[in-house]
């Protein structure tokens, strides 16, 4: 499934992120809440995560040959994938077997994975850098590690945990605390993205105090490729002309 992710600045599209769905024959389709950890567990989330970004290279390669304006995408890699293959490797030969250029991916990696990180991992996640892949912080804010991890890594783009907006803007905490986020990831060169917006209170907020990029079920829920299309075709999402 695709999610639109907009800048806040024209309510534009300036990416998706890709997230798996498991259509079972008897359960229908399944949230991957119920089978990540269970792919973890097993030593398989690699598998998924290598057809995730083989669907999303396939569908880029398809958008370029009908003609149509391609705009980035997200992808989540989870720990074990670092510790199990060479990412770096595998996103350059994918990318290259269907001509996509790595502007047109970004990798997620999330906050809990960074806790008590090793070398080997720091070691792959700036090589991905340095190789020109954008690296986006996922769920931060989430608790499972300290501020050390914007002091310890370098990412491009924070993507702030929608638990922030939970009760917004009945919690009176949120709106101080979201904006210094917003200000520190700035001051640290970083770019912000925040998840879970719902509502259009959210929305003027996040715009007013910076925050460039915004993800939730206001702008579209996690869907289909097909229907993701169908509302670009028919005007419902604008794809911006701005790369980012
Ligand atoms: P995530 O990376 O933080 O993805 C965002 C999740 O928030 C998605 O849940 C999305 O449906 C949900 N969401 C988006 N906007 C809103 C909103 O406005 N309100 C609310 N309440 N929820 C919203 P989803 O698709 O169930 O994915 C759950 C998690 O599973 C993802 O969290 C990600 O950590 C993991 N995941 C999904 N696909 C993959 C994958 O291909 N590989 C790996 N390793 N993990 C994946
Ligand atoms: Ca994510
Ligand atoms: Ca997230």
Redesign the pocket.
Known sequence: ?Y?PVVWSADGSLCGA????RWDDPDFGLL???SF?SILEEYHL?HK??MA?LETVCRDLRDALDNGRRIFPIS????RLDFELLDVASELESCLSKYSIDKKYIHV?V?ESMLGDANANLTAALNKLRENGYALWL??FGSGYSGLNVLKDYSFDMMKID?NFLAEFPLNKKSEPILKSIVDLAGKIGMNTLS????SKEAYDFLRSIGCQRL????FG??MQRSDFLKKILDGTYVVSEKIG
């Open positions: 499934f999610q992120e890709a997230l798996a949230s991957p809440v990540i989330i998924l995560d995730v992808i989540n890699f989870s997620e999330t996922d769920d929608m998840e879970g917006v719902e993800q939730g079920y206001l829920k996690p």
